[in-house]
């Protein structure tokens, strides 16, 4: 009903630079916030960024002043990621929250795409 696909993963030396996007299908509403989650091996799923309504931002503490969140009026999300760092490697997944459906029968959605893999190494 809601499907998220990101794209722009992949191998990148440390100091290099990402951009991720993710785009949203389906009988979308409304999306209030979009966010870019994280999973390294063995590791929780952590917030990295989140962008509510147009321009209110979320950053975590380990990627301030390094990404970006952004987003356009076609249901997409992007994050740019700059100096990267052997830590920053997981697979990345975008997260919508809004609501979805036709007005007489209206539901709230929280969907999660199934990820792009980021690997920052030499």
């Known amino acids: 009903q809601v499907q998220l696909v990101e794209s722009g993963g992949g191998l990148v030396q440390p100091g290099g630079s990402l951009r991720l996007s993710c785009t949203a299908s389906g009988r979308i509403r409304y999306i209030n916030t979009l966010g870019w989650y994280r999973q390294a091996p063995g590791k929780e799923r952590e917030l990295v960024a989140a962008i509510t309504g147009g321009t209110t931002t979320n950053y975590a503490d380990f990627v301030k002043g390094r990404f970006t969140i952004s987003r356009d009026n076609a249901k997409n999300t992007y994050l740019q990621m700059n100096s990267l760092k052997p830590e920053d490697t997981a697979v990345y997944y975008c997260?919508?929250?809004?609501?979805?459906?036709?007005?007489?029968?209206?539901?709230?959605?929280?969907?999660w795409g199934q990820g792009t893999q980021v690997t920052v190494s030499s």
């Open positions: 997260n919508a929250k809004g609501q979805f459906g036709p007005v007489e029968r209206t539901y709230e959605f929280d969907s």
